[in-house]
């Protein structure tokens, strides 16, 4: 208790005793209040009903209006704000991973069925960001989604390791990238759990030298294929996806099972390549709900068209809350890429889960290398403070053989 | 606060030594109706933020921090007068048959029937619907049942209505019917309400997307729970703790209402989880020409087994949302500790949701919410509320599951057998946790009474009682025996030698059970008569004393 009182705030203390005293005051106050109304003038009455009458009457002379608390009333405000169609806000983050701290501003508006948004954002690292989308979320009764962007992206840290399964943690160097996009897609809902779609958009990329506490990457002796390059590509994607679960932002069972065809058309015929991403997700509910094993296959794979190379900063790359815990943003790069991942999910409460997880994964050159050998591994537990269709807040910490790390972010990894 | 404070300090020490003359029993006593004697009309509307009481209610502890105050709303013979919270109905005065049940609060069998005109789209509640003038012009709110459980949220809706307007709330006419797109009509005032608070026409694409949310049965109709627009001007719902500090006849702290209290009763009986204030309302009504608020029970989509737009959550009606303890305990052994609830079966019947009697315990049974009446509800509250269920016959009980009109029999007689079942596990829980003893009755030497555990078989036994006799003072209080308390086997003794005779006297008789079951039957009930004329009249009757704790915590 000594210790307790030593390094106690004097402000701590105080409003502790606040607290006391108004508990007392309280008790004290509807005792009295209790007691007075009980026995209010009621040695003029003769009956019950005039005793009650003679209640009312006291409390008509003290009534006073029934306004909201500050409390209530901020609420009432935030939740106005929220869900207004129509306001400024504040983001954070969504900019690019590796930004770190990312606050922004952003404005969005409703015309009918159309939905606009633009904002911009400035990292504590220094990355920027400007964006607008004009979005048609749910025409034809909800079974066409049509959405538009503009996203204006300058990273100035991007961290870069090597090319390949075996890079090494200390040869990190950084890189900055500036990119712009412009685009449309537009996707067909037949059925709530199917998705079928597809889009084109205009990509620019220019990377230079990069700034942060690591060294540029132009210093550094590993094979950077692209470095320094301008790419300007006409991206064509298509996808289809079987997304039977509760929702995105949170669910307990269901599954995701996607394949997206991305085409990186290089009008120069420098930096032209082809992806395909299969990122297959399953929820196992267990004894109502009790506990969830949920797991995920991410596989990504790339080809250059002849000649052609795949930049690095546009190569698959593992590690980050989402794609390898156990490591760093981008700490491994190649062209092709295995994660799978599992986790036990168990809920404490209703608003609060908890995982214990394992990450393992791999980059390989060549797509006949991504097989269930050298994974490199990561395990953690994690804390996610959920809602019926959201995860606002999760935290992760994994340890994998560069050590602990530990993610701070939202939505849930899978 | 400190307002407050001040004022009930000045008008306690003012009125103080005036109290010590009240007399403890007036000549009206008992009164069959708490009157409402001031004008309310300047009364204002006020809307209550869901989250703001759902965060008062889960980490501020509102209300009374007595926990074990005796229930103020009740007159001096433990009952709860008719008031404009509640009527006494299935125990009041004139016992309610099966058809009353049925019945509920009816005034008519629904909307009138041909076009319906949207008067707006439904901007709050978890169920899509909104609110339509039918063919009579009369307002009713229209909601819908989810898509993959049919009749569920409506059949619970409606059955639970009749239920409660029967335990004596006031409660909206609601009901089952149907309705096909082409019965809607929009007109320039049909107005939606956005989330931000603004409105805006609406619009075919609207009532579209809405309908889109819904069950639609193979003709192509809807079937729709119709909640008929309650009597009076709406003015936003009441709080389960204190007063409206603006209703001069909202006296009594919402959290020491018996009826409020006892409301944890009732929806442990029915599975009412969602017990928050959002879900009541007061109106501005007229009676003996003046304005008085009517306090309403609103909205019982989310009882039995349905949860509104999905069946009941598993842990709803074991946990609150938030339970810290029960959280670190199982956050602590990675999901290991399972608590009993889990290994509840639910019968496969969409309609029905997941309600069962199967691990129902009343007195575990828990809200989503920490509701501040029910915390403080007392064994007499409980006892007071249990009585009421027992009240309902099976007969009754199927009545009321019968007005949710479910297609499937298996869901109709599943619900109804399941509620039979609770209805009995509330009378062994609560009828049986204080002494029983109700309806004393001193007719000329001979006083009668009821054990009301044993009569509903919610008990075995005692046999035998002892009864003690007091002459009372009724300015003073003041008590002297009459002889040496006596033993009656059975429910029946015979008054002693030298009770008063003269009018207007009054005598006090304590009876409490020997060799009990329950340690609890052994705290006499304390039974007050007076003399009139030639007979004695109840004129008291007390279960628990009050008898303020130390406070507690939920």
């Known amino acids: 208790m000594k210790h307790i009182t030593r390094v106690l705030p004097a402000s701590t203390i105080l409003c502790y005793i606040h607290a006391v005293m108004k508990r007392l005051l309280n008790l004290l106050g509807t005792s009295l209040l209790i007691f007075s109304f009980a026995t209010a003038a009621v040695h003029a009455q003769d009956t019950r009903a005039a005793e009650i009458a003679q209640q009312q009457a006291e409390k008509a002379k003290q009534l006073e209006a029934n306004l909201p608390s500050k409390g209530e009333r901020f609420l009432n405000w935030l939740q106005a704000h929220s869900n207004d169609p129509s306001t400024m806000y504040t983001t954070f983050g969504g900019m690019y991973p590796s930004a770190g701290f990312a606050p922004g501003i952003a404005y969005r508006d409703a015309f009918g069925g159309a939905r606009f948004n633009a904002g911009?954002?400035?990292?504590?690292?220094?990355?920027?960001?400007?964006?607008?989308?004009?979005?048609?979320?749910?025409?034809?009764?909800?079974?066409?989604?049509?959405?538009?962007?503009?996203?204006?992206?300058?990273?100035?840290?991007?961290?870069?390791?090597?090319?390949?399964?075996?890079?090494?943690?200390?040869?990190?160097?950084?890189?900055?990238?500036?990119?712009?996009?412009?685009?449309?897609?537009?996707?067909?809902?037949?059925?709530?759990?199917?998705?079928?779609?597809?889009?084109?958009?205009?990509?620019?990329?220019?990377?230079?030298?990069?700034?942060?506490?690591?060294?540029?990457?132009?210093?550094?002796?590993?094979?950077?294929?692209?470095?320094?390059?301008?790419?300007?590509?006409?991206?064509?994607t298509a996808f289809t996806a079987i997304d039977c679960r509760e929702s995105p932002g949170y669910t307990r069972s269901g599954g995701l099972y996607s394949v997206t065809f991305n085409d990186y058309n290089d009008s120069n015929d420098v930096y032209g390549f082809r992806r395909v991403d299969v990122d297959l997700q399953q929820m196992v509910p267990l004894l109502k709900e009790q506990w969830v094993l949920a797991f995920r296959g991410l596989v990504a794979m790339t080809d250059a068209a002849d000649n052609q190379i795949v930049p690095y900063y546009l190569l698959p790359n593992l590690g980050g809350s989402r794609r390898h815990r156990g490591y760093s943003d981008f700490r491994f790069q190649d062209r092709n890429l295995l994660l799978v991942s599992g986790e036990y999910r168990w809920m404490p409460s209703r608003i609060v889960d908890m995982a214990l997880f394992v990450d393992a994964g791999k980059v390989t050159s060549d797509r006949s290398d991504l097989d269930f050998n050298d994974l490199k591994m990561g395990y953690g537990i994690g804390v996610r403070i959920h809602g019926p269709t959201l995860t606002p807040v999760r935290i992760d910490v994994a340890h994998s053989d560069e050590g602990w790390r530990i993610h701070l972010t939202g939505g849930l990894p899978f | 606060m400190k307002k407050l404070f001040c004022a009930a300090l000045a008008v306690a020490s003012l009125t103080f030594a005036a109290s010590a003359q009240k007399p403890r029993f007036y000549s009206d006593d008992p009164i069959s109706a708490s009157p409402s004697t001031q004008d309310a009309s300047r009364v204002g509307a006020k809307e209550v933020n869901l989250a703001y009481d759902a965060g008062l209610n889960l980490f501020m502890d509102p209300g009374d921090p007595n926990m074990n105050r005796r229930a103020m709303s009740i007159n001096t013979v433990d009952e709860v007068p008719d008031s404009m919270w509640f009527t006494n109905r299935i125990l009041g005065g004139q016992r309610m048959s099966v058809e009353d049940v049925a019945k509920g609060p009816d005034t008519s069998a629904g909307p009138a029937a041909g076009k319906w005109t949207i008067a707006s789209?439904?901007?709050?509640?978890?169920?899509?619907?909104?609110?339509?003038?039918?063919?009579?012009?009369?307002?009713?709110?229209?909601?819908?049942?989810?898509?993959?459980?049919?009749?569920?949220?409506?059949?619970?809706?409606?059955?639970?209505?009749?239920?409660?307007?029967?335990?004596?709330?006031?409660?909206?006419?609601?009901?089952?019917?149907?309705?096909?797109?082409?019965?809607?009509?929009?007109?320039?005032?049909?107005?939606?309400?956005?989330?931000?608070?603004?409105?805006?026409?609406?619009?075919?694409?609207?009532?579209?997307?809405?309908?889109?949310?819904?069950?639609?049965?193979?003709?192509?109709?809807?079937?729709?729970?119709?909640?008929?627009?309650?009597?009076?001007?709406?003015?936003?719902?009441?709080?389960?703790?204190?007063?409206?500090?603006?209703?001069?006849?909202?006296?009594?702290?919402?959290?020491?209402?018996?009826?409020?209290?006892?409301?944890?009763?009732?929806?442990?009986?029915?599975?009412?989880?969602?017990?928050?204030?959002?879900?009541?309302?007061?109106?501005?009504?007229?009676?003996?020409?003046?304005?008085?608020?009517?306090?309403?029970?609103?909205?019982?989509?989310?009882?039995?087994?349905?949860?509104?737009?999905?069946?009941?959550?598993?842990?709803e009606g074991h946990e609150y949302i938030v339970d810290p303890g029960r959280t670190l305990k199982r956050m602590a052994t990675f999901g290991l500790w399972i608590p009993s609830w889990h290994f509840i079966d639910y019968p496969d019947i969409p309609a029905a949701g997941r309600f069962t009697a199967d691990g129902f315990n009343p007195v575990e049974w828990l809200p989503r919410i920490p509701n501040p009446a029910f915390i403080r509800a007392r064994p007499d509250d409980t006892f007071w509320g249990a009585r009421r269920v027992m009240a309902f016959t099976d007969e009754m009980i199927r009545a009321a599951v019968k007005t949710g009109k479910y297609t499937d029999p298996a869901a109709e007689k599943h619900i109804a057998d399941t509620l039979i079942a609770r209805r009995d596990a509330i009378g062994r829980a609560w009828l049986t946790n204080v002494n029983p003893v109700v309806d004393p009755v001193l007719d000329g030497g001979t006083l009668k009474f009821q054990n009301a555990a044993i009569a509903a078989g919610a008990a075995k036994g005692p046999t035998s009682y002892e009864i003690a006799w007091f002459t009372f003072d009724n300015a003073t209080g003041a008590t002297s025996p009459i002889g040496q308390p006596s033993r009656a086997d059975g429910e029946q003794a015979n008054a002693p030698e030298g009770l008063p005779s003269s009018a207007g006297s009054f005598i006090r008789v304590d009876i409490k059970a020997v060799n009990a079951p329950q340690p609890s039957w052994t705290v006499p009930v304390r039974a007050f008569f007076k003399r009139t004329g030639s007979g004695w009249t109840l004129v008291g009757f007390e279960r628990l004393p009050d008898a303020p704790a130390p406070t507690g915590t939920k």
């Open chain 1, 120 to 236: 911009v954002g400035w990292s504590f690292k220094n990355y920027k960001l400007a964006q607008g989308s004009l979005g048609w979320p749910d025409l034809f009764g909800d079974k066409l989604e049509v959405h538009t962007r503009v996203r204006w992206t300058d990273a100035t840290q991007v961290p870069f390791y090597g090319v390949g399964n075996d890079s090494v943690k200390d040869d990190r160097v950084n890189y900055g990238l500036k990119a712009l996009e412009a685009g449309g897609s537009a996707t067909l809902k037949p059925w709530w759990w199917y998705r079928l779609g597809g889009g084109v958009a205009y990509r620019r990329y220019e990377d230079r030298e990069g700034s942060g506490s690591h060294p540029s990457i132009e210093t550094t002796p590993l094979i950077v294929p692209g470095l320094f390059s301008e790419a300007r590509y006409t991206q064509t």
């Open chain 2, 121 to 315: 789209g439904k901007s709050n509640g978890v169920t899509p619907g909104f609110t339509i003038l039918d063919a009579n012009e009369v307002r009713w709110f229209i909601k819908f049942d989810p898509p993959d459980y049919r009749e569920m949220m409506s059949g619970a809706e409606a059955t639970v209505t009749k239920l409660f307007h029967a335990l004596g709330y006031n409660v909206p006419e609601n009901h089952v019917t149907r309705l096909t797109r082409d019965m809607l009509v929009l007109t320039e005032r049909s107005k939606v309400t956005a989330p931000d608070g603004s409105e805006r026409r609406l619009k075919d694409v609207d009532i579209d997307r809405l309908l889109r949310m819904a069950a639609k049965d193979a003709d192509g109709s809807y079937r729709v729970i119709a909640s008929r627009a309650v009597e009076g001007k709406p003015i936003g719902p009441f709080m389960y703790a204190n007063t409206r500090p603006d209703d001069p006849n909202d006296t009594i702290p919402h959290e020491h209402r018996r009826e409020l209290r006892a409301l944890r009763v009732f929806s442990a009986w029915t599975n009412h989880v969602d017990t928050k204030a959002i879900n009541s309302l007061d109106t501005l009504v007229q009676r003996e020409g003046r304005t008085v608020v009517r306090h309403y029970l609103i909205d019982f989509g989310s009882t039995l087994g349905s949860a509104s737009v999905h069946p009941r959550e598993y842990d």
